[in-house]
Nanobody, 126 residues
């Protein structure tokens, strides 16, 4: 069992920045690729970013590319999502999720992630 806890959400004005963190305990985080997903009320959950087990490969949704950056510190069991130039349409609950896979794996597919956090709210005001 992998337990994930997100933090760092909040209210920010358009153009601002936030850094989300995803923490785990009791497991070796480097064994898992980590994905970030988001879900706004009334909408389906969507892929945001994914980072491979040792952080060498990252993938992003087109809507956040060049604005969001995923990174990780496996020694601290933390994965980050740095979000810059935020827009009102980035408003959502953000979730981190963990998946087993090869050392180079990333995934945009929700069903490939076995463990999920409870989410953290990000609200971007115009």
């Amino acid at each position: 069992q992998v337990q994930l806890v997100e933090s760092g959400g909040g209210l920010v004005q358009a153009g601002g920045s936030l850094r989300l963190s995803c923490a785990t305990s009791g497991r070796t985080f480097s064994n898992y690729a980590v994905g970030w997903f988001r879900q706004d009320s009334g909408k389906e959950r969507e892929f945001v970013a994914s980072i491979s087990r040792v952080g060498t490969i990252t993938t992003y949704a087109d809507s956040v590319k060049d604005r969001f950056t995923a990174s990780r510190d496996n020694a601290k069991n933390l994965v980050y999502l740095q979000m810059s130039n935020l827009k009102p349409e980035d408003t959502a609950v953000y979730y981190c999720a963990a998946a087993r896979g090869s050392i180079w794996s990333t995934s945009r597919v929700m069903n490939e992630y076995e463990w999920w956090g409870q989410g953290t709210q990000v609200t971007v005001s115009s």
